[in-house]
């Protein structure tokens, strides 16, 4: 997957990252670490100051990691960080970083998504690529309102992006086999397809009270030998993410048992607890 990665970079010098959050700043750090300008843009300034904050320290860590040496670490950590530009301003900062792919990590909202490509779209001269790393949308829907659905692929990461290796591009039926050849534009792609019914799965196990949470964790991660459990994954990936999923697979196919809502996860998330990120999920990191 390495090569394919490479391939599709192989004619572009600089990114355009939209969204600044937990894949956005993924984005830009393993972009700008392989040698690419990148420009991270979101719409609110806290949340850019934050990405930057963690990819400093993200680079610091892996080049000290990697050299040994505190000193070179600190060197190239600031080279790495010359590379990244950060902005609010949309429109400013597309002519200044005149972008040959644009990656969009906002919202898992499919208007919002639509809405950002629309203006990109007004904005960017042909033969810039439009890549999504939706998680769960479809790339044909985000791209129906796009002229150039030919320059347009699904560029799927997955988190924590500086350490997995996987990168899934995904194709509509109008991408051009020069923008990308790998996954056809199905509901969660390959991981997600397998992932989140698992996710699921291993929610309902604990609901109908088959076993408890730290169990069945440890059974997965014993006994099928994965980093994380399921709780823990999903704490992780952010509950907002994955009931997002479970709601627009479940719009999509009300009868399929796979993914009638889950009473667990509705719960949490309208109490406001999304996972790591806010502090508590299924577990408590407090
Ligand atoms: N950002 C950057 N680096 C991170 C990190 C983060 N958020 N979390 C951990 N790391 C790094 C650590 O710094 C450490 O690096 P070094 O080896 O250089 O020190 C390395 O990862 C290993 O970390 P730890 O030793 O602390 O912990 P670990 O061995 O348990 O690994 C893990 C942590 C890599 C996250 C591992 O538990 C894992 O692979 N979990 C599964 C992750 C997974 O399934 N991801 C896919 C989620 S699905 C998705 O993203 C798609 C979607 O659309 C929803």
Redesign the pocket.
């Known amino acids: 997957m390495h090569g394919i990665r490479k391939r599709f970079y192989s004619t572009i010098n600089n990114v355009l990252v939209c969204g600044s959050g937990?894949?956005g700043r993924?984005i830009a750090q393993v972009t700008a670490f392989s040698g690419y300008n990148v420009t991270l843009y979101d719409i609110k300034q806290d949340v850019l100051n934050k990405a930057l904050e963690l990819i400093k320290d993200?680079l610091n860590?892996?080049f000290n990691?990697q050299l040994n040496d505190k000193t070179k670490a600190v060197e190239q950590t600031n080279k790495t960080l010359a590379r990244i530009k950060a902005s609010t301003d949309l429109n400013s900062t597309f002519v200044a970083s005149s972008p040959d792919l644009v990656i969009e990590a906002i919202i898992e909202d499919l208007e919002a998504k639509k809405t950002l490509f629309a203006h990109l779209d007004k904005i960017a001269p042909p033969g810039v690529i439009f890549a999504s790393n939706t998680?769960?949308l479809s790339i044909t829907d985000i791209a129906s309102g796009v002229s150039r659905k030919d320059n347009f692929v699904g560029l799927?990461?997955?988190?924590?992006?500086?350490?997995?290796k996987l990168v899934e591009i995904v194709k509509t039926e109008h991408s051009s086999p020069e923008t990308a050849i790998i996954c056809k534009d199905t509901p969660g792609f390959i991981?997600?397809r397998l992932?989140?019914p698992y996710l699921l799965e291993s929610v309902k196990l604990y609901d109908q009270g088959i076993a408890s949470i730290k169990d069945i964790d440890t059974a997965m991660k014993l006994g099928a030998g994965?980093?994380?459990g399921p709780f823990?994954?999903l704490d992780?990936?952010g509950l907002d993410?994955?009931k997002f999923?479970n709601d627009a697979w479940h719009a999509k196919n009300p009868q399929d048992p796979m993914f009638q809502p889950s009473q667990s996860i509705n719960k949490l998330v309208a109490e406001g607890n999304l996972g790591k990120k806010t502090g508590k999920g299924f577990y408590d990191y407090t």
């Open positions: 937990l894949m993924g993200n860590h892996s990691k998680s769960s799927h990461f997955f988190s924590p992006v500086p350490i997995m991981v997600n992932l989140v994965y980093p994380m823990e994954l992780y990936v993410v994955v999923i």
